[in-house]
């Protein structure tokens, strides 16, 4: 089965960071790009950073330019989100997200378990 295994998140201050991690597995992780996704209470899940297969090209949705970097680690199958300065706004669950190509099928969306970020004074 396809995997995507989360750590990191927690409760920070306004201004202070957090890295989200996510481990892949089950799958050719080098050839697919990744994605951060998060989703607040009431509100629907907006992807926040994308990331091509080999880490050349990235892309934020505005509320996280300047302050959040995704990257990978292909030998390690682990796509990360670093968020600097974080901001209440930030609050949400993040999830990491892959769409996977079965043979004969056709693409399948997977979804991490999500990990909780409260930025909270």
């Known amino acids: 089965q396809v995997q995507l295994v989360q750590s990191g998140g927690g409760l920070v201050q306004p201004g202070e960071s957090l890295r989200l991690s996510c481990v892949a597995a089950?799958?050719?992780?080098?050839?697919?790009?990744m994605s951060w996704y998060r989703q607040s209470p009431g509100e629907e899940r907006e992807m926040v950073a994308w990331?091509?297969?080999?880490?050349?090209?990235?892309n934020y949705t505005d509320s996280v330019k300047g302050r959040f970097t995704i990257s990978r680690d292909n030998g390690k199958s682990t796509v990360y989100l670093q968020m600097n300065n974080l901001r209440p706004e930030d609050t949400a669950v993040y999830f990491c997200?892959?769409?996977?190509?079965?043979?004969?099928?056709?693409?399948?969306?997977?979804w991490g378990q999500g990990s909780q970020v409260t930025v909270s004074a």
């Open positions: 089950n799958f050719p992780f080098y050839i697919y790009p």
């Open positions: 990331i091509n297969k080999d880490g050349t090209s990235t």
């Open positions: 997200h892959a769409r996977v190509k079965v043979t004969h099928i056709g693409p399948r969306e997977y």
